[in-house]
């Protein structure tokens, strides 16, 4: 006699199983690649993201500006005290930066100093940091630079809303106002480079000074 075919019982999974089973297999295979795809799409555009706001960050932003300029008494690091109302007749740039401990801050005066073009104008530069004499010394020594700095507890940034500017929240970036003779405010340019080349910033002032 010939033998009985095998019966499927409860344990033995049958071809109608089998097929339940590879296609559960298979749906969640897709799932999970639906799944990686997204996390792979999503990561991108967080990197396109952040790249794009760090473009923007650093992208420098100049602009005209109207108004008086808020008065100031600083100390300085030669010891003694600078007033802004009392250098009007002169136009004045005031440039606020990190101060101690950036190079390149120190370096854009240095090589401001150096720029005849200036004087030859009658435009006094203030260099304004939130430091002390003896935190910012050291920096002006390195670099050469003769011109006494202007020594803020914050009060001064605050007024000119130069705070958190640049890549620290409770320091100016690196910016300029152009303050004409009669003590208003023409313009206003900050730069996340961390550098503008001096000529270039004597050709911002003139232009708007006229």
Request: charged share 20%; proline share 7%; glycine share 12%.
């Amino acid at each position: 006699m010939s033998p009985h075919p095998t019966t499927p019982t409860s344990t033995t999974p049958t071809r109608h199983d089998r097929r339940q089973l590879l296609h559960e297999q298979q749906r969640l295979e897709q799932g999970r690649a639906r799944r990686r795809r997204w996390y792979l799409l999503a990561g991108g555009l967080l990197g396109l993201i952040l790249v794009a706001a760090g473009l923007w960050s650093a992208v420098p932003r100049s602009q005209d500006v109207s108004g008086p300029a808020p008065d100031f008494t600083l100390s300085t690091t030669a010891g003694d005290q600078v007033t802004l109302s009392a250098l009007r007749g002169r136009p004045v740039i005031l440039y606020f930066n990190e101060g101690a401990g950036c190079g390149s801050c120190t370096l854009q005066m240095a090589e401001i100093e150096k720029n005849p073009g200036f004087a030859q104008a009658g435009i006094t530069v203030l260099p304004i940091v939130m430091n002390t004499a003896d935190q910012i010394r050291p920096d002006l020594e390195q670099y050469g630079v003769t011109t006494p700095y202007l020594l803020d507890d914050g009060t001064v940034s605050e007024a000119y809303g130069v705070l958190g500017a640049g890549m620290h929240e409770g320091l100016p970036g690196h910016g300029f106002v152009l303050i004409d003779a009669a003590g208003i405010q023409r313009w206003y340019g900050n730069y996340p480079s961390m550098w503008l080349d001096p000529q270039e910033l004597l050709d911002e002032a003139t232009k708007r000074l006229g």
